[in-house]
Structure formats: C-alpha cells, structure tokens
C-alpha cells in the first residue's frame, strides 16, 4: 500500500518550523502568525480577500448593536466583580478584554443553532437572550446552572475543562440524523421539497488552557470522521490561570485542524467584526454540511482568571498595558465614530443602558432565593429511586425533630 | 420461549430496540461488521446501517461525551465500552457529566444514556479486561446500574435500560455470555422491573447475595450446602445502583443469616454496603454478622492464578460454614 493510500489534507503545513520559532517568540507581542483583522486596534476599516464580503453585510444598526452589546457586558462584569467583592457571589469568572470574541461570535449564531460555552461566556449569554441575573445563581451558590438551556440553546457552564466539547459534537451528530430522520419522512409522505426546518449548527468555546485537554483532541476526531456541523471556538486569551499560552502550544492553535483535516483560522479576537465574520462564515459552511472549522480569537484576559487570582504573581503589568491598547471597544467606538455611524448621545444611552443592566443584576442577585435542599433529591433522579426516598424521608424526619424543638422553645 | 445465549439475547434486545425506536442508535469500538469482540452487535450494523450501528473512533471519552450530546438532541444512544477496564478514559465523562447532568439543570435536561460495559473475570485474559469496577459508579448518584445473569433478564434488561430515562450502566457478565436459558420475548413477566431482586432459590438457614457471573456460583453452593443439611436462599441482585434492600432484608429476616459475594475486591465494595444496610435494618434478626466474599485488596491478578482469586463455590461454602459457626 503506497502513500497514495494515505488520507490527503487540503491544508498545506508547510512552514511550520519558522512559524513555532516565531510563535516561541511572539508570545507576549503581535502574533506572527497571520490572523484575519478588518477593525484595526486604531480604529481603520482593512479589507481581507475572503471576510470582507461578510463585514459588508454588517449595515450600522448592526454595527452599533456589536458596540452597545459588548459595553453593555463589560459593564455587568464590572457589577459582578463587585458583588463578589462585597461576599454576594462566592466567585466571579471576569471575561473584561474578550469582548469582541464573545459578542462577534454570538451575534453570528441563530436561534436553532446550540452553543455550549466555557464559565466564561457571559458575552455570549448575552447574544442569545439568557437572562444575564440567572448567569449569577451559579456564582451565589444557589444553583449548579441556573437557566435552562432549552429556552435559548445555550447551554450551562461547564466546569470540568473541555468536557462539554464532546457534547457539542454528538449534539451536531444528532443534528445530522434529525436532517435524515427529516428527508426519509418528507420522503415517505411524498414531499421531495426543502426541509422546512432551517439548517442548524453547533458552537462549542474553550481556552488555551483546556485545548491541551484530552477531550478537544477526541471532540476534533469525532466531528472530522462524521463531518458533524460544528464549530470549535478557542479563546486563547493567553492565560490559563497562571501559565502562559506556550506551555499547552508550540504553534498557533488554530493550526491544530489541520492535524484532523478541517480549516483552522486565527483571527483577532479583539477585532468584533472580523470575529464576527470568520464565525458566520464557519457556521453557514457548518449548517450547509460541509463540516467543522476550528477558530481561534487572539484575545487577552486584561483581568484576572477569577476573583481567587492574583495575576501580579505572574504576569507584568506591562503585558496588560500592551493589550490594552487593543481594546475592543475603543476601536469600535473610533471607527463608529469616523464614519459618522454614532454620536454622543449614542454612547451615553449605551452608559445608561448599562447601568440600568447593573443596578436590575445588582437587585435579582440579593432577591436570589436559596433552594430548598429537596429539590436537590428530586432532580438527583428523573425516575423515582427508593434509595433517594428512603434519605429523604430521614430527613423530613430529622428536619421536624428540630421543629418541635424550636415549637418547644418558643412554649 | 426460545433458548438462546446471554450474548444472543442481548443482541435480541438490542435488534427490537433499534426496530421500535428510530432514535435509538449503537456507538462503539468494532461493533459495525465485526459485531463487537464478543459479537454482542452481530448482524445489527447489516440490519440497521452505519447511521444507527456506529463504529467510533477509538476514544473512550470521546464515546460517552458524543452519546452525551446525540442524548441532549432527544436520541437514545447505547454505548459499548469493550472491556471493564478500559471504561476509565470515559469514567470523568460518566461520573462529572452524565450523572450530573439532571440536577445540574435542576431537572431541566435529561441525558437517558445507556452504557454497556462486559465485567468480570474468569476468561483467561490479560491485563485490564477481568475487572468488576462496579462499585466505582455506584458510589456515584445520578447513575442505575444493572447486570442480568441470565438470558431472559439479558434480553429484556438492555430494552429496560434504554427505556429509563436516567442514565444506566449494564454490566455484562462476560464470562456467562455463553450461557444458555430460555428467554421469553414475548412479555418479560418477573422482570417487568429491572432493579427488583429476584429470589432464585428459597431456603430457611442463611440468605446468599449475588449478582451477574457469580450467581451460578451462589446456586451451585446452594445445592451444595444442601447435601449438609442447610437450607440456603440465593438472591440476584440484578440492580447495584439502585438495590433493592427489601428483598434482601425480607430474606435476613427469614434466614437469619447473609453471605454477599461477588468478584470486585470486599474493600469499599457493593457487599460492604450490603452488609452496613442490613445491619441497621435486620440487626434483632441476625445470627451472625453479615460476611463478604470477594476480591483481595489488589489489581486483578494474572490469569494463571485468576482461581484463587475468584469467589468459588468453596469460598461461598466456606463463608457460609463461619456463618453457621456463630
């Protein structure tokens, strides 16, 4: 059997070398590596061969909701921040700096389409309607989600590292079946016509750090062998808690695709209409059949990995100035600006409208009402289960021995 | 009733479940053409095609991760994991995420995988695939785990399992899969309820409790200690997770006295619980305290001195002669 034999890539390695040698290097700096960028960090409209066809699809009511939207929850992060800080929240996941690669992101998928995110993807909450005071039961302690994903196809946070990247897969492996589940029934009632259910896809987030998780390597060979609609959307924001990029990747994680036969794009992640760009073009190729793409947004975690971290432990505040300088939001506003697409008033209504979100988050989360821990023996199970029974009749036994005391007390 | 094999009729089972249900599919290492290493799915990727027998890569995690997903989508995907000790590389997608995932959504979201994992030793293999790693996952709420020892329970089991809407572990008792009994496929009368103990033979002096590839075992012992004179009472289990103490604590009652076996080592085990649970309950009624028979405190040994490893029927006898002794 020659090499012929061999499955064939689309995709060219060539120059890998020179690249890890400039990816060694760029770490703290510019990635060397090219990556698709049509909002300059100054705020100057470039142009890309193949994106810039769906930037100009972008009309400025768009536009304008990209900037109110990712204002909007740099602001929640803010008031979450400080609710934790004030002991409401037992912890707070912050996502300030990586804006633009959740709103970009989000405002590319429709409503048929699942999203699994990390702990992280408040911006991305946002973009598919989850009420951002739920997002919060999780960190209050209330509740292990918080919302139901079937309201909005987002679904919870998962904690253990790239586990729910599995789950995205087999989710566009059942997307797959219900087309053919779909086709032979049209087809058994004699309607050869277009399905009437719009196409959907698949989008799974994870880091930089959990890219060196077993389960991303597993997800990619399994979406590559069934061509599942699905896409993989890496955040590398540069930080897994306190170890840089360069300990999981010696070369642009986006290039890790190529490895499993599917397109692998970098694209600024700081940049809200390229993000947006690169994953409407990703999601229409997943929702057509043609099967997954890895994007990585080249981002940066300006804050801390959670309120328990301390990143002056291992990070100079120099690398965060740098990065700064990039903000999402400023170059928006320059460019929204210079074309005459916003004006103050535009901006102050977005300021209100944040703090409008923060004092209604601010409020929802004191009026958090702390459950009932029988509503935890009743979701342990769907079926009934006699060992759940039996703990739970002990309990209400136990639990009422307390409230004759407290009856006795107060005789 | 037919008379067929515990692998038969589990193919049985699993064939009327992909025909009565469209979304129920088969994910596994070689079970497409191949049917499986123990030729479980034989002949169902013929019937069924790739679509409903798929034949994944070869990712434990990647297994239970994607049936995670296809379950969240409304499918009824059955899992085979080839051999008890290779169900660890799925064991965090099985224990964080599949058990968790009903009350992390506080009851929102319903994950009805089903898992089946051939256990047990007795084969004469290597490393790894004699294991009994029941124990691990019934520790772990959220989880049922079941396990038939014989054709009848096989065949319907596998159906009730996927019907459940809880996530189910079955463990197939490898080495019985050769056994052959007479399967009714037509209705499964005293099996309409999977985690229901079964009494399989009565008797008035001590109670034996197993489950999967020692029930023979218990049975022949039964008949053994009969020839001295002792009338014992042999219980299936059938469930792990749950475990139906009644049963169990009706017979103790009776019999005054239990002996718990199975393969997984008496450490930690299914026995231990069994014997903590009876205690509490049938504590005026006991003779004698409960005692385990299992495996020693080590990895499953090599398959040269696999017997001396394996709860026997001597070894039952033997627990049973220091149960009498009290």
């Known amino acids: 059997m020659g090499a012929t034999h061999l499955p064939s890539t689309e995709f060219d390695g060539t120059g890998i070398e020179d690249r890890l040698e400039a990816e060694a290097e760029a770490r703290l700096g510019d990635p060397a590596d090219p990556m698709v960028q049509l909002l300059a960090p100054d705020g100057t409209l470039g142009s890309d061969p193949v994106f810039s066809e769906y930037a100009e699809r972008l009309d400025a009511d768009k536009l304008r909701g990209f900037y109110a939207d990712m204002a909007k929850i740099r602001r929640f992060d803010v008031e979450a921040t400080a609710l934790q800080r004030q002991g409401q929240l037992a912890l707070w996941v912050p996502l300030t700096g990586q804006e633009a690669a959740q709103i970009g992101s989000g405002r590319a998928s429709q409503p048929q389409d699942y999203i699994f995110p990390t702990y992280r993807e408040h911006g991305v909450a946002l973009t598919r309607n989850v009420d951002l005071a739920e997002l919060l039961r999780q960190f209050r302690g209330v509740s292990n989600g918080g919302w139901n994903p079937k309201d909005t196809n987002f679904h919870l946070y998962t904690l253990v590292l790239a586990a729910q990247t599995p789950h995205a897969v087999g989710y566009a492996m059942g997307i797959q079946r219900d087309q053919k589940l779909a086709a032979s029934a049209a087809a058994a009632a004699g309607n050869t016509g277009p399905a009437a259910e719009p196409q959907a896809a698949v989008m799974v987030y994870f880091g930089d750090g959990a890219s060196s998780e077993g389960d991303v390597h597993e997800s990619m060979v399994f979406a590559s062998s069934y061509k599942a609609p699905v896409v993989f959307f890496c955040q590398n924001n540069h930080w897994a808690i306190s170890v840089p990029t360069a300990v999981q990747t010696r070369i642009p994680l986006a290039n890790r695709a190529k490895g499993y036969g599917f397109p692998g794009i970098r694209v600024d992640g700081n940049d809200v209409i390229a993000v947006h760009a690169v994953t409407e073009w990703a999601l229409e190729r997943a929702r057509r059949g043609e099967g997954p793409v890895l994007i990585e947004a080249f981002t940066y975690r300006v804050g801390a990995h959670t309120t328990a971290d301390d990143p002056t432990k291992y990070r100079e505040s120099s690398e965060e100035e740098h990065w700064r300088a990039k903000d999402p939001l400023v170059r928006l506003e320059t460019y929204l600006r210079a074309q005459g697409l916003a004006d103050d008033a535009f901006f102050e209504q977005v300021r209100a409208d944040g703090d409008e979100l923060a004092a209604y988050v601010r409020k929802t989360t004191h009026d958090l009402e702390t459950p009932d821990i029988r509503t935890a023996f009743a979701n342990t199970y769907v079926e009934a289960h006699p060992l759940v029974a039996e703990e739970l009749a002990w309990f209400e036994e136990y639990s009422a021995g307390f409230a004759d005391e407290a009856e006795g007390a107060a005789n | ?326």
């Open chain 2, 1 to 326: 009733m037919t008379t067929m094999t515990i692998a038969k009729a589990i193919n049985e089972g699993l064939r009327a479940t992909l025909a009565n249900n469209p979304r129920s599919l088969l994910m596994g290492e070689d079970i497409g053409p191949l049917g499986g290493v123990y030729r479980v799915t034989d002949g169902l990727f013929a019937e069924f095609g790739a679509d409903r027998v798929v034949d994944t890569p070869l990712a434990e995690s990647g297994i239970i991760g994607t049936a995670i997903g296809l379950s969240l989508r409304g499918y009824l995907p059955i899992c085979e994991i080839q051999f008890d000790g290779f169900v660890f590389p799925g064991f965090n997608q099985i224990t964080t995420q599949l058990a968790k995932m009903h009350s992390r959504s506080n009851g929102n979201l319903t994950v009805p995988v089903v898992i089946r994992i051939p256990y047990g030793g007795g084969i004469g293999s290597i490393e790894h695939h004699s294991e009994s790693p029941e124990a691990l996952f019934a520790h772990t709420a959220g989880l049922r785990i079941i396990t038939p020892s014989n054709p009848h329970d096989a065949y319907w089991m596998i159906q009730q399992a996927v019907e459940c809407q809880d996530p189910v572990i079955v463990f197939e008792p490898k080495r019985r899969y050769w056994l052959k009994g007479d399967v009714d496929t037509a209705a499964p009368g005293p099996s309409a309820d999977p985690f229901k103990a079964h009494v399989l033979r009565e008797g008035t002096d001590a109670t034996v409790v197993v489950y999967g590839p020692l029930v023979p075992v218990a049975l022949a012992a039964a008949n053994a200690a009969a020839e001295d004179g002792h009338s014992v009472e042999v219980i299936d289990l059938r469930s792990i997770s749950p475990i139906d103490f009644d049963t169990v604590t009706e017979s103790v009652t009776k019999t005054g006295r239990l002996v718990v076996a199975h393969e997984a080592p008496t450490f930690g085990g299914i026995g231990g619980e069994i014997a903590a649970r009876i205690s509490e309950r049938a504590f005026h009624s006991l003779e004698a305290p409960v005692i385990r028979v299992g495996g020693f405190h080590m990895p499953y040994p090599v398959a040269k001195v696999e017997e001396d490893y394996l709860p026997d029927i001597d070894r039952i006898l033997e627990a049973l002669d220091r149960a009498f002794s009290y």
